[in-house]
């Protein structure tokens, strides 16, 4: 709640002070307020780090703005599995912004990878909801802890580029408990940002700028969020539906007519003035937050780069590993091949766009090392490119090792534009194949926003997956490559084999108007496991230069109540000769129930050192979440009663050992009936058989013997008439009238009996 100050200074204001606060001042600054004295707040772009513009203003990246340091994009960041990286990471864009006297950095951007093609995969974190929630918190916690905000984005639903200011995305109330809204969860309750930022478009018919479910009856009545909810740039559509909403600022500004509109709606009484107050009190709040925050240290740009090389060796994530070819070995004769080899591909394109501060490559990390030569392999334009790739292939002849850099060009993926295809360029391809053919020896390493296909999978050693790797991408890849760093990143999205295989391949990018959330739960792993489709490399694989071993899966307890927590815990042991990172993954697996679940889904998640012969125990808390699903009928968090299966994977379709455990839910959800209930349930209840019996005393050995005399097959006739609603009885009993069922069914729903 904003401080006695601004309670004060709002009873002072008159409607147009107001009403003029509820947007910005220009492209990225608030208003001041010269009563209360205080000023104006900027803001600025992330998440991989900080886009101050103090010129020309633009929201998808194309004017200059002030050098900072690039992190890793999202994608990379994520693979780390390591929130306190993330938070590493977020420390670091909080220090330059708070020397660049930047009061909110927009982001992290937190949307769910619904599909590898949105072109803004690169900027998000994961197909999976908890880890985007974990990794988001840590980031927050890390910009904010040096006293500036965070604004997680964009909420809510916007998971493609293609229309993405003004689709409608159609998400059922399961789904969207369960994939969409999790991740903000967890980032508003733990991580408890300054904003919210909502995004352009529509859901489930409003817009979310506009939609009071999501911005105020979940945000903050039922998560506590107390901040500001500000508009993605240029996504207000109607700004008194929104104030009304839970909108607090819209940006950029100064939106006069807007502003006039609120105005208008406050002074005619359509708006109560408790609204306009509780919006404008809310980002006096945020601007006096950033206003305390006086000092203005100096940026450390060197010890920036270092923390963004860190976080590049951290996330990135080694998928093939055949015959140990890496870590290379200092005297092998190597070539390096590829554009990206010289000049890395790190940074995604539009509004995360930065200008970094210093960029290296490999072939500069690897500058004095006299075994090590390059060709440029292809011209990163779009075609084949003959004399290139011959002149490689013909030095690929003599060289024991061969490192292709590849992956997709700025043109294939980027803010405002999806890809239609999962494929790296042909002329990519072709290289690796070709120059496979004459050395077999050969990683390819990839600077990549998102998935792509391998068709030369089976034909090189080693893949490194470096993603968007920030400005310290060349230095990170040679020290991976070597093996001064083990490898310890994991896959936060699933690598499917084909685009076609993808659950939402048969419609996705190609509705403008309702994109249908059709696949529901079934995103990425919790679609491939379920459907049990081989995948090219699964969520959460990543292999390391150690050897790990996991045993000991113990759990606290055979039995419990959903309001107990299960301790699980586990033995990690390296038995290799190297220090390195080990992942815990914990998926649960109900055993139980015939809904249409996903198969498994992660519930926890520990990465950490081990040094050679080192075994540590690793312990793990699941509490109620764990085992829960959203139940419609409830509107809640419901844990149905049975088996769960807590599974310790190596990724989620390698289960390495399980157990098992009873789950019990302290308040058993009471099923209600009307006479359109399937007979079926109202069977499964004990005290519906009961009183059916008391009602109807002999329609029970009736039905029996109709089942004798005229159908043979008994099964068939129970799941027909299992199926039947309870008001199809009266078409069978004769004597059976429509009050007398009613009177049962009421008997039944009745509590306490
Ligand atoms: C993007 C946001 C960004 C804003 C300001 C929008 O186009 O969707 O992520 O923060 O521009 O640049």
Same mark, same amino acid.
Request: charged content about 25%.
């Given at each position: 709640?904003?401080?006695? !100050?601004? $309670?004060?200074?709002?009873?002072?204001?008159?409607?147009?002070?107001?009403?003029?606060?509820?947007?910005?001042?220009?492209?990225?600054?608030?208003?001041?307020?010269?009563?209360?004295?205080?000023?104006?707040?900027?803001?600025?772009?992330?998440?991989?780090?900080?886009?101050?513009?103090?010129?020309?203003?633009?929201? #998808?990246?194309?004017?200059?703005?002030?050098?900072?340091?690039?992190?890793?994009?999202?994608?990379?960041?994520?693979?780390?599995?390591?929130?306190? /990286?993330?938070?590493?990471?977020?420390?670091?864009?909080?220090?330059?912004?708070?020397?660049?006297?930047?009061?909110?950095?927009?982001?992290?951007?937190?949307?769910?990878?619904?599909?590898?093609?949105?072109?803004?995969?690169?900027?998000?974190?994961?197909?999976?909801?908890?880890?985007?929630?974990?990794?988001?918190?840590?980031?927050?916690?890390?910009?904010?802890?040096?006293? &500036?905000?965070?604004?997680?984005?964009?909420?809510?639903?916007?998971?493609?580029?293609?229309?993405?200011?003004?689709?409608?995305?159609?998400?059922?109330?399961?789904?969207?408990?369960?994939?969409?809204?999790?991740?903000?969860?967890?980032?508003?309750?733990?991580?408890?940002?300054?904003?919210?930022?909502?995004?352009?478009?529509?859901?489930?018919?409003?817009?979310?700028?506009?939609?009071?479910?999501?911005?105020?009856?979940?945000?903050?009545?039922?998560?506590?969020?107390?901040?500001?909810?500000?508009?993605?740039?240029?996504?207000?559509?109607?700004?008194?539906?929104? #104030?009304?909403?839970?909108?607090?600022?819209?940006?950029?500004?100064?939106?006069?007519?807007?502003?006039?509109?609120?105005?208008?709606?406050?002074?005619?009484?359509?708006?109560?003035?408790?609204?306009?107050?509780?919006?404008?009190?809310?980002?006096?709040?945020?601007?006096?937050?950033?206003? $305390?925050?006086?000092?203005?240290?100096?940026?450390?740009?060197?010890?920036?780069?270092?923390?963004?090389?860190?976080?590049?060796?951290?996330?990135?994530?080694?998928?093939?590993?055949?015959?140990?070819?890496?870590?290379?070995?200092?005297?092998?004769?190597?070539?390096?091949?590829?554009?990206?080899?010289?000049?890395?591909?790190?940074?995604?394109?539009?509004? @995360?766009?930065?200008?970094?501060?210093?960029?290296? @490559?490999?072939?500069?990390?690897?500058?004095?090392?006299?075994?090590?030569?390059?060709?440029?392999?292809?011209?990163?334009?779009?075609?084949?490119?003959?004399? /290139? /790739?011959?002149?490689?292939?013909?030095?690929?002849?003599?060289?024991?090792?061969?490192?292709?850099?590849?992956?997709?060009?700025?043109?294939?993926?980027?803010?405002?534009?999806?890809?239609?295809?999962?494929?790296?360029?042909?002329?990519?391809?072709?290289?690796?194949?070709?120059?496979?053919?004459?050395?077999?020896?050969?990683? &390819?390493?990839?600077?990549?926003?998102?998935?792509?296909?391998?068709?030369?999978?089976?034909?090189?050693?080693?893949?490194?997956?470096?993603?968007?790797?920030?400005?310290?991408?060349?230095?990170?890849?040679?020290?991976?490559?070597?093996?001064?760093?083990?490898?310890?990143?994991?896959?936060?999205?699933?690598?499917?084999?084909?685009?076609?295989?993808?659950?939402?391949?048969?419609?996705?990018?190609?509705?403008?108007?309702?994109?249908?959330?059709?696949?529901? #739960?079934?995103?990425?792993?919790?679609?491939?496991?379920?459907?049990?489709?081989?995948?090219?490399?699964?969520?959460?694989?990543?292999?390391?230069?150690?050897?790990?071993?996991?045993?000991?899966?113990?759990?606290?307890?055979?039995?419990?109540?959903?309001?107990?927590?299960?301790?699980?815990?586990?033995?990690?042991?390296?038995? @290799?000769?190297?220090?390195?990172?080990?992942?815990?993954?914990?998926?649960?697996?109900?055993?139980?129930?015939?809904?249409?679940?996903?198969?498994?889904?992660?519930?926890?998640?520990?990465?950490?050192?081990?040094?050679?012969?080192?075994?540590?125990?690793?312990?793990?808390?699941?509490?109620?979440?764990?085992?829960?699903?959203?139940?419609?009928?409830?509107?809640?968090?419901?844990?149905?009663?049975?088996?769960?299966?807590?599974?310790?994977?190596?990724?989620?379709?390698?289960? #390495?050992?399980?157990?098992?455990?009873?789950?019990?839910?302290?308040?058993?959800?009471?099923?209600?009936?009307?006479?359109?209930?399937?007979?079926?349930?109202?069977?499964?209840?004990? $005290?519906?058989?009961?009183?059916?019996?008391?009602?109807?005393?002999?329609?029970?050995?009736?039905?029996?013997?109709?089942?004798?005399?005229?159908?043979?097959?008994?099964?068939?006739?129970?799941?027909?008439?299992?199926?039947?609603?309870?008001?199809?009885?009266?078409?069978?009993?004769?004597?059976?009238?429509? !009050?007398?069922?009613?009177?049962?069914?009421?008997?039944?729903?009745?509590?306490?009996?």
């Amino acid at each position: 709640m904003y401080s006695r !100050e601004i $309670k004060e200074r709002l009873q002072s204001m008159t409607i147009e002070e107001k009403a003029r606060l509820c947007a910005g001042k220009d492209f990225w600054q608030t208003w001041g307020d010269e009563g209360s004295g205080i000023p104006p707040m900027l803001m600025t772009d992330g998440p991989s780090g900080l886009r101050k513009q103090t010129e020309a203003t633009d929201h #998808l990246g194309l004017n200059e703005s002030n050098t900072a340091v690039c992190f890793p994009a999202g994608c990379a960041l994520a693979s780390s599995f390591d929130p306190d /990286l993330a938070e590493a990471v977020g420390t670091e864009i909080g220090k330059l912004a708070r020397a660049e006297n930047v009061g909110v950095v927009l982001g992290p951007s937190i949307n769910i990878k619904r599909s590898p093609l949105c072109g803004r995969s690169f900027e998000y974190y994961s197909e999976d909801p908890y880890v985007s929630g974990k990794i988001a918190v840590g980031f927050i916690k890390g910009i904010q802890n040096q006293g &500036v905000g965070a604004s997680p984005k964009h909420f809510l639903a916007n998971n493609q580029e293609y229309y993405r200011q003004t689709s409608n995305s159609v998400v059922d109330e399961v789904t969207m408990r369960e994939i969409y809204l999790p991740a903000f969860e967890m980032a508003v309750k733990d991580g408890k940002p300054w904003t919210v930022m909502c995004s352009y478009n529509r859901v489930n018919g409003t817009y979310a700028c506009e939609n009071s479910l999501y911005l105020t009856d979940i945000l903050r009545s039922e998560w506590g969020f107390d901040g500001v909810v500000v508009t993605d740039w240029g996504a207000c559509n109607d700004p008194v539906e929104s #104030l009304q909403a839970g909108l607090d600022l819209e940006m950029p500004g100064p939106a006069r007519d807007n502003v006039r509109r609120i105005e208008e709606a406050v002074k005619d009484g359509k708006v109560k003035m408790e609204i306009l107050d509780r919006a404008v009190g809310r980002v006096l709040d945020i601007q006096q937050r950033a206003a $305390k925050q006086e000092c203005m240290p100096a940026y450390d740009f060197e010890l920036g780069h270092a923390a963004a090389q860190k976080a590049a060796e951290e996330s990135a994530v080694l998928l093939k590993n055949e015959e140990q070819i890496l870590p290379l070995k200092k005297e092998d004769k190597i070539l390096f091949i590829g554009e990206y080899a010289d000049k890395p591909r790190y940074q995604g394109g539009g509004s @995360s766009h930065i200008h970094p501060y210093r960029v290296t @490559s490999a072939k500069s990390a690897v500058a004095d090392m006299e075994n090590i030569t390059f060709a440029q392999g292809y011209c990163d334009q779009g075609k084949n490119n003959d004399r /290139l /790739l011959r002149e490689a292939a013909e030095l690929a002849k003599y060289a024991d090792k061969v490192v292709i850099f590849a992956g997709l060009p700025e043109y294939f993926e980027s803010e405002g534009l999806d890809r239609n295809k999962m494929d790296m360029p042909e002329y990519q391809n072709h290289l690796i194949c070709e120059v496979a053919k004459v050395n077999p020896n050969m990683v &390819v390493v990839l600077h990549n926003g998102a998935p792509v296909t391998m068709p030369w999978v089976n034909q090189v050693k080693g893949i490194l997956e470096l993603y968007l790797a920030g400005e310290a991408a060349g230095e990170a890849a040679v020290r991976l490559l070597f093996g001064d760093v083990n490898p310890s990143g994991h896959l936060a999205e699933t690598f499917p084999l084909r685009v076609e295989d993808t659950p939402v391949y048969p419609y996705y990018g190609r509705e403008k108007e309702d994109i249908i959330y059709r696949e529901g #739960l079934l995103v990425g792993y919790r679609y491939y496991g379920t459907v049990k489709k081989e995948t090219l490399f699964a969520f959460g694989h990543g292999l390391s230069y150690s050897e790990f071993r996991y045993s000991n899966l113990q759990l606290d307890r055979r039995e419990m109540t959903d309001c107990e927590t299960l301790h699980v815990s586990v033995d990690v042991e390296n038995i @290799s000769d190297r220090t390195g990172k080990a992942l815990v993954q914990i998926y649960v697996e109900p055993l139980h129930g015939v809904s249409v679940r996903p198969v498994r889904e992660l519930r926890a998640f520990e990465k950490t050192e081990l040094k050679s012969g080192e075994k540590k125990k690793i312990h793990i808390r699941l509490d109620r979440r764990a085992f829960a699903q959203w139940d419609k009928g409830l509107h809640d968090w419901y844990v149905p009663e049975g088996s769960y299966a807590i599974q310790i994977g190596a990724s989620a379709e390698q289960i #390495l050992h399980t157990a098992e455990v009873k789950v019990k839910p302290k308040y058993l959800k009471k099923e209600r009936f009307t006479i359109n209930s399937p007979m079926g349930d109202f069977k499964k209840s004990p $005290k519906a058989m009961k009183l059916m019996g008391q009602f109807f005393p002999h329609m029970q050995e009736q039905q029996d013997e109709d089942i004798e005399d005229e159908f043979m097959n008994k099964k068939a006739l129970e799941a027909t008439s299992n199926a039947m609603p309870l008001r199809a009885m009266l078409s069978f009993a004769p004597g059976l009238t429509y !009050e007398m069922l009613e009177q049962l069914v009421e008997a039944v729903n009745r509590e306490g009996e």
